[in-house]
């Protein structure tokens, strides 16, 4: 069995490939940005991964994204129908966090197929 890490940081890899799958680790945006711009940042960070990985958007299998407020999840939505590939969209599951780092208001995590 072969595990391969992307970017080993001090408590995460940014991606770990295993067999046939990868699994992305939390993307964000930045603080000062607002939801749009976040969402924009944070999916670019997700496709960057993804296709340093050997995969890309239409491979996605699940997402799960955090906000830090229900108020912005029709902003999020609206970003995040212009990136998914229409005909693959993933399993996906939203819900509400308070968030590590004030004003990083949205956290994307993915699992795709290699």
Known sequence: MTIRR??????TS?????????YIAGQCGAVGEDIR?????ALAKVERWLEASG???????????????????AAMNEIWEQWIDPANPP?????????AVPGLDIEVIAV???
């Open 112 to 114: 795709a197929a290699v």
């Open 55 to 73: 995969s890309d958007k239409s491979k996605l299998l699940q997402t799960t994204i955090w906000l830090s407020r229900m108020e912005d999840f």
């Open 37 to 41: 711009s976040q969402t924009r940042t």
């Open 6 to 11: 992307l970017e080993i940081l001090k408590r």
């Open 91 to 99: 399993s996906r599951a939203t819900g509400i966090v308070q968030p």
């Open 14 to 22: 940014m991606a770990t490939i295993h067999g046939n799958t990868v």
